[in-house]
DNA sequence: ATAATTAAAGACAAAAATACCTTTAATTAG
DNA sequence: CTAATTAAAGGTATTTTTGTCTTTAATTAT
């Protein structure tokens, strides 16, 4: 479904929501560690994600990391995808047609529609901190690498 | 949402059922040009889709090439992504957790499972016979390359 | 000011996906 | 039987994705 840049973007940052917090920045290699993706290609992802402060937002140095206001756990996760460009799953046909439209629909067109219509709602409505919430009630990442 | 190699084998299974017979095969060449795909990739996975006779036939020789049984056009889309083995795709996490379960669940988990569910039922309940009707009725790959 | 720490940036490498090409095998027509 | 046609098979090339490594810049602590 996702790429995997898309799937370490997703899972660094619903942890980087769980963790961090403006006094409390996480380094690469402790959130790397935690959601079992490679160091030098989560560093990366996370530049695309603290890119004009989009998502989460970094400070270097020692006591340095990454970390995330109380504001932007408000985003919907669909921000995320956006930083990633991603963003074109949502508007793709599912056969791959470039003319696939409502006037020009492919076989599948109108079945996938209100699929693709949840899809979107789900990646729309959710947002960074509701996904960490129930991320901490699972205790998820903590043992991801096992 | 699917790889090209996907999508080609959809397109090329629809265009296949709706212009083939026992008594009227398609060259490589036709199908690769109705489709939009690259030839010799699509020959590729054209074979695929032959092994084991599992969804496409196929005869080598001259007015040889490639069709599908009437028997075959019953079978459920899903067919053709098992043949390509994308399949992968409806049991994944959707955050790429190899650890997530209904047990273990990932915080999407919950919300994406009917999503997923009615992406199988689409791909489960639409047989090859039904989407070429329906590319039929909205002549869809005659003009698929412009 | 200096040294240590951390992310940013950019080059590089490996792997996978996509695409192409050549040879072989099967089939048919003459 | 021979030549022509078509898919099968296998190798190669290109592109994209994924992953690594080194250098640079920023920040902090001493």
Same sequence: chains 1, 2.
Avoid: W
């Amino acid at each position: 479904m996702f790429s995997k840049a898309t799937e370490y973007a997703l899972r660094a940052t619903i942890y980087i929501a769980q963790k961090s917090s403006v006094v409390k920045k996480l380094s690469l290699s402790e959130i790397a560690k935690a959601i079992d993706s490679p160091p030098s290609f989560t560093a990366k992802i996370l530049q695309l994600l603290t890119k004009d402060n989009c998502v989460i937002h970094s400070v270097r140095g020692p006591n340095g990391g990454f970390y995330i206001t109380e504001s932007n756990k408000q985003l919907p996760l669909k921000k995320v995808l956006e930083a990633i460009n991603e963003n074109e799953l949502f508007d793709k046909c599912i056969l791959g047609l470039k003319k696939c439209s409502e006037t020009k629909p492919c076989p599948l067109h109108f079945q996938y529609k209100p699929i693709k219509q949840e899809l979107i709602h789900l990646f729309q409505t959710n947002t960074i901190q509701e996904l960490s919430e129930k991320a901490d009630n699972e205790s998820l990442f903590i043992n991801n690498a096992i």
